[in-house]
């Protein structure tokens, strides 16, 4: 499975936000659209990626203030990126290596989406229930013992 697969189901549902813009801002978009990250653009390029483990460490540095902080002194300026080709094997290794919960997904240096941590494991569980229904379709239609054990009498 690739990452494409996993953004065809997802749909294509995108939420950035600039560096300049208030750390505040941010934290409300997050709350209101319930989401855990925001893509922060700059000139259509991806300079970073917010999420809701920065905007607690940029608070809980400022006094638990979101006052005077921007979007840019709290976000992570080098995010882990993948590719609509990245296999999702390689996705899950990268997520629990780097502790990373979201990666954008950047094609021809164009952001194409954001794959959760989420993401990956609803993939990995719906894959794995289409496989055991496949298999007990398989054992349900398995040959009864009469039939499996007689074989044709040639002369």
């Not at 505040?24 to 989401?35: E, L, T």
């Amino acid at each position: 499975m690739k990452v494409r697969d996993i953004l065809r189901l997802k749909g294509n549902a995108l939420y950035t936000i600039t560096p300049e813009d208030d750390l505040a801002q941010a934290a409300q978009i997050m709350s209101d659209k319930d989401i855990g990250s925001l893509v922060v653009m700059s000139h259509e390029r991806v300079v970073g990626i917010l999420t809701f483990r920065e905007v607690i460490k940029a608070a809980a540095a400022n006094g638990g203030r979101f006052e005077g902080l921007s979007v840019y002194r709290a976000m992570d300026d080098g995010p882990l990126i993948c590719t609509l080709e990245t296999d999702m094997d390689e996705v899950r290794r990268m997520m629990l290596n780097h502790h990373a919960r979201y990666l954008p997904v950047i094609d021809r240096q164009q952001l194409q989406g954001v794959i959760s941590f989420y993401d990956v494991a609803k993939a990995v569980v719906d894959s794995q229930n289409f496989e055991n229904r496949l298999l007990k379709a398989y054992i349900r239609d398995w040959p009864d013992e009469d039939t499996k054990n007689t074989e044709p009498n040639f002369p």
